[in-house]
């Protein structure tokens, strides 16, 4: 990661977490206009816009959104989404780590980013800087880079008079690194036959668009390990290399982890994937897995349904003996504390 430059001698900030969103409600209507939303962006489903329409409203969220409301009854709690509820628990460990008011905006849904500007601007007369952390670790169009583009939008649209400014995609940051390797390192101690890491999918695609040099991602298959400016917004790239620092810092060998892709949707999306993988483990001799899905740092409907859940029942029927997803970094007080960090390098 490079270096993360953040003005701390300012005394008027405010922090915004960032995260993807979630439904208000279980119900069927709820999860429609969430999915409608999600959808319907230009950097999720990168097609013209008339084309998409079509497809998002016509075809898939009319059909996908009752399976997805029954999905979501499966993981919610009293609190609400546990996205939501989780993301509102990191603001609060946070908030007592820094003196700077936190809030916390999702891309889709509630709250937005216009009214975490509005709430720090009513905490702060005269704000002067708004500290945005988008909470992905690696840049995608359908993640970091719609998360920040939109919080810019809304920014502009108001015409606000603070300054804007993002946390970088740290995926290699060695702060970053040590809280996900230490939210990892207690599940190592029992008997294992693999841990794997589950990333969200994207489609290849997308990696191509995001190539500035627009001739070297995906054009080999060791693209990802010849240096290239590219890195800098290959999500392909940054996963592997958080993968390689993590198991490097827990000593992982080199047989006992591979990588997969998890929530594709259509064709051409990175391979392999998690759900084939869970079905092919147990016939290849690995009967005891661990699981982690470092592409969120908040536990989801994509980790506690997707992979604690249907994963663990596709791995066991497949002839699984053990299965064990361990959860996001969540609260963990390294990884508050890495934010924290951030915010202020120099405390």
């Not at 009854?73 to 990191?90: A, D, F, H, Y």
């Not at 709430?119 to 970091?144: C, D, F, R, T």
């Not at 993590?246 to 997969?260: D, E, M």
Request: charged share 20%; hydrophobic share 35%; proline share 6%.
């Amino acid at each position: 990661m490079q270096t993360i430059l953040i003005m701390a001698e300012q005394t008027k900030r405010g922090i915004i977490l960032m995260n993807l969103g979630s439904p208000d409600s279980t119900e069927v209507k709820d999860v429609q206009k969430y999915l409608s939303q999600f959808l319907m962006d230009g950097r999720v489903i990168d097609y013209p816009f008339l084309f998409r329409k079509i497809l998002v409203d016509g075809i898939i969220v009319p059909s996908r959104a009752p399976k997805s409301a029954e999905a979501y009854k499966t993981i919610w709690t009293k609190e609400g989404s546990p996205l939501v509820v989780l993301t509102k628990q990191l603001r609060e460990a946070l908030q007592k780590q820094v003196e700077e008011p936190v809030e916390i905006a999702m891309r889709y849904g509630n709250p937005t980013i216009e009214s975490a500007y509005n709430n720090l601007l009513k905490k702060i007369p005269g704000l002067q800087e708004v500290i945005a952390v988008p909470l992905y670790p690696h840049y995608a169009m359908s993640s970091y880079e719609t998360a920040v583009e939109h919080a810019k939008e809304v920014y502009k649209k108001n015409n606000y008079a603070f300054r804007l400014t993002f946390i970088e995609p740290y995926y290699n940051e060695q702060n970053y690194i040590h809280a996900l390797s230490e939210n990892i390192r207690p599940y190592l101690q029992q008997e294992y036959d693999h841990l794997l890491f589950s990333y969200h999918g994207v489609p290849g695609r997308h990696i191509r668009k995001s190539d500035p040099t627009g001739n070297h991602c995906l054009k080999t298959n060791d693209c990802c390990n010849v240096s290239s400016i590219a890195h800098q917004t290959c999500y392909r790239h940054q996963v592997f290399e958080t993968t390689r620092l993590v198991t490097q810092q827990l000593n992982v060998p080199a047989n006992k982890f591979s990588i997969s892709f998890q929530s594709r949707l259509g064709k051409g999306w990175l391979q392999p994937f998690t759900d084939v993988r869970l079905e092919e483990m147990p016939k290849e001799g690995i009967k005891k897995l661990l699981v982690v899905c470092p592409a969120f740092v908040s536990d989801c409907l994509e980790t506690l349904e997707e992979i604690a859940m249907r994963g663990k029942e596709t791995f066991m029927e497949a002839g699984g003996e053990s299965y064990e997803m361990i959860p996001c970094l969540n609260v963990n007080p390294l990884w508050v504390k890495t934010i924290a960090k951030w915010i202020n390098p120099n405390p």
